[in-house]
T-cell receptor, first 113, second 113 residues
Framework: AQSVTQPDIHITVSEGASLELRCNYSYGATPYLFWYVQSPGQGLQLLLKYFSGDTLVQGIKGFEAEFKRSQSSFNLRKPSVHWSDAAEYFCAVVLPSGYALNFGKGTSLLVTP | DGGITQSPKYLFRKEGQNVTLSCEQNLNHDAMYWYRQDPGQGLRLIYYSQIVNDFQKGDIAEGYSVSREKKESFPLTVTSAQKNPTAFYLC????????????FGPGTRLTVT
């Protein structure tokens, strides 16, 4: 079955530390891949996307993600987190022939001083 | 500024009542979507519409209905048949050229007691 997995429900990092959020997918073909961020009680904002080409993609707010076909992964990274990065992060995928995004269940990020 | 508006932000209803959630966009997008978000569940697709006067069921359409009479508007009605209507509802839109890049509204939190 097609699925998107975010293995970590909660992650806590210290401000200034590096961050990596994991995303794995299970699809018959390579899907298009997205990371969204959601602040409490708000809508979702697109951080970055991967369709094809360079497997390291840069997004907004200093985030980047790397697509690894062999591992069916699309992990999100940030070299140094800020307190304002505390939020819920969602990985989403869609097949090129598809019509709507399939979301992972999200990872909640807490940033400590 | 272009964007998606959802109203109201908070909505309270008694069990057994139908309620309609508003979604308006001025991005000139053809496609619009409704998602439901529950804690720890990610986002699940309720309905989507790719063109005026046409819409399709998503993964959890039971107990919901929609209309798409105008390009800008995609209201969602939560009917009394929906067994667990209390949730956070998100509307999104995209254009047909890049239908995977969805822009989200701020959401409506519906509480049914």
């Amino acid at each position: 079955a097609q699925s998107v997995t975010q293995p970590d429900i909660h992650i806590t990092v210290s401000e200034g530390a590096s961050l990596e959020l994991r995303c794995n997918y299970s699809y018959g073909a390579t899907p298009y891949l997205f990371w969204y961020v959601q602040s409490p009680g708000q809508g979702l904002q697109l951080l970055l996307k991967y369709f094809s080409g360079d497997t390291l993609v840069q997004g907004i707010k200093g985030f980047e993600a790397e697509f690894k076909r062999s591992q069916s992964s699309f992990n999100l990274r940030k070299p140094s987190v800020h307190w304002s990065d505390a939020a819920e992060y969602f990985c989403a995928v869609v097949l090129p022939s598809g019509y709507a995004l399939n979301f992972g269940k999200g990872t909640s990020l807490l940033v400590t001083p | 500024d272009g964007g998606i508006t959802q109203s109201p932000k908070y909505l309270f209803r008694k069990e057994g009542q139908n309620v309609t959630l508003s979604c308006e966009q001025n991005l000139n997008h053809d496609a619009m979507y409704w998602y439901r978000q529950d804690p720890g569940q990610g986002l699940r697709l309720i309905y989507y519409s790719q063109i005026v006067n046409d819409f399709q069921k998503g993964d959890i359409a039971e107990g919901y209905s929609v209309s798409r009479e105008k390009k800008e508007s995609f209201p969602l009605t939560v009917t009394s048949a929906q067994k667990n209507p209390t949730a956070f509802y998100l509307c999104a839109s995209s254009n047909t050229e890049s239908s995977y890049e969805q822009y989200f509204g701020p959401g409506t939190r519906l509480t049914v007691t």
